[in-house]
């Protein structure tokens, strides 16, 4: 049976350690779950970041921001092993990095979208260090 909800052979391959193995095993299996309870169905390639695989879906009214946003802080509320780096620190880093691109090439997004990344990253930051179950 083929999965609905594959990991990516490239981020799969990527870092590879037997406990991101585990995790990458296990993390179909949660998506289905997740994806059962709110009746979301796949729709579209999945795609990868450093820390994230995501997979846009629809649901019953196909609204698919808002599934796709759903599956992901659900799924994201699983802890990733401990060998692979913190969402609190990769959230700093995307930051910065968008804050240098600015300071580089400032009409590249629109300043508002900018802000709100800049401002979603820090608030990301610090709800992950004020809470320990993140």
Do not use: K, N
Not at 42 to 69: Q, W
Not at 98 to 116: E, F, K, N, W
């Amino acid at each position: 049976m083929t999965e609905r909800f594959p990991v990516p052979r490239e981020y799969r391959e990527r870092d590879r350690s037997p406990r991101r193995d585990t995790w990458c095993d296990r993390l179909p299996g949660r998506a289905e779950l997740v994806a059962e309870r709110r009746g979301l169905t796949p729709d579209g390639v999945p795609g990868y970041g450093f820390l994230s695989v995501v997979r846009p879906v629809r649901d019953r009214t196909g609204d698919e921001a808002c599934g796709e946003i759903g599956l992901v802080a659900e799924i994201s509320s699983h802890p990733a092993p401990p060998d692979l780096r913190g969402l609190a620190d990769e959230a700093d880093r995307l930051r910065t990095s968008i804050t240098a691109m600015l300071g580089r090439t400032p009409d590249v997004l629109p300043r508002a979208v900018a802000d709100r990344a800049v401002e979603t990253l820090e608030t990301c930051a610090a709800q992950v260090r004020s809470d320990p179950d993140c």
